[in-house]
């Protein structure tokens, strides 16, 4: 009887040690942002001196969910003092059109593994 005491300990014990250590992470990390996350221009300046290009950059790590990645499409929150491309050879570029009194927030709709990216500020002088 001891023995089977014993042994069930040593079992008990083994299997306890191994969920402890080398064991498997279930994080999952992502970044998605747009870059750069702010941005200055100037109005009454010919391009590209009233012109800021943004973009977006992310990456996911680890154990992630299987959603696809989705491209988005850039918007302005001031569509009247500036305005951003998603024409192919412009995307992301931002213009401003007059000067803004606060910074207007740019942003991409996309999606990394479901997360969607943060926005950036664009300054008009």
Do not use: E, Y
Not at 80 to 86: E, M, V, Y
Request: glycine letters at 12%; one cysteine or more; charged letters at 5%.
């Amino acid at each position: 009887m001891k023995t089977s005491v014993l042994f069930l300990a040593v079992i008990f014990l083994g299997a306890f040690c191994i969920g402890c250590g080398g064991s498997m992470s279930n994080s999952c990390v992502i970044t998605a942002n747009v870059t750069p996350a702010s941005g200055i221009a100037n109005h009454n300046l010919a391009a590209p001196a009233n012109q800021v290009q943004f973009s977006t950059i992310g990456n996911a790590t680890g154990n992630c969910p299987l959603l696809p990645d989705m491209v988005g499409t850039w918007s302005t929150s001031d569509p009247g003092h500036t305005s951003i491309s998603n024409q192919a050879g412009s995307v992301g570029l931002a213009t401003c059109l007059g000067a803004t009194a606060t910074p207007v927030t740019i942003s991409n709709s996309g999606t990394i593994r479901g997360k969607g990216f943060t926005s950036a500020t664009l300054a008009c002088q």
